[in-house]
């Protein structure tokens, strides 16, 4: 039910994995540190303002199971950062609807994107105002030192799915 419910939303590929199967990296967390994508400090669903890198991987651990779902988008070239991040805003889209769809599931859970929470225009974390949706912020796969482009194989799906595609994944994990 759960895995239909998130094929609805229009990925291209899902597929779930026991949460015990998942190798944790917690040397991602340097990328984020160095601020690779800019949201270091500045997302309170990303690094350092999510926690401590121990105890999201303590709590990624506490869920038995993961279902891990793909959109692969078409891009004009290899350069088209406006495809890249249409791309993006309708992948953060998809997930806040599985976030959405999946609220009323009894089971407890919890949903990762791609990058940082994009639930608010601008995120408290730069305005040094509280989160305004703490209970619905997105963090990111990355931020809970999980390695994608591994996970992605042990799903069965591509992480590089060719020339002028750009991918993103996102994931929900439930006990």
Do not use: W
């Amino acid at each position: 039910m759960l895995i239909e419910k998130i094929k609805e939303i229009g990925f291209d590929n899902v597929a779930e994995i026991d949460v015990a199967e998942i190798g944790f990296e917690p040397s991602l967390i340097s990328l984020c540190e160095k601020n690779t994508c800019g949201n270091y400090g500045r997302n309170y669903a990303c690094p350092p303002l999510l926690g401590k890198t121990e105890d999201l991987i303590k709590k990624a651990k506490s869920f038995k199971k993961m279902i891990l779902f793909q959109k692969i988008y078409q891009l004009e070239d290899s350069f088209d950062i406006e495809g890249m991040a249409r791309g993006k805003m309708d992948f953060s889209e998809k997930t806040i609807k599985t976030f959405d769809a999946i609220s009323d599931i009894p089971n407890e859970h919890m949903v990762l994107g791609a990058g940082g929470c994009t639930l608010c225009k601008e995120c408290g974390a730069i305005t040094n105002t509280p989160c305004r949706f703490p209970d619905r912020a997105i963090p990111s796969l990355e931020s809970f030192s999980i390695q994608v482009s591994t996970l992605a194989g042990q799903c069965g799906m591509k992480y590089i799915n060719g020339v002028n595609t750009t991918t993103y994944f996102g994931a929900v994990l439930y006990k």
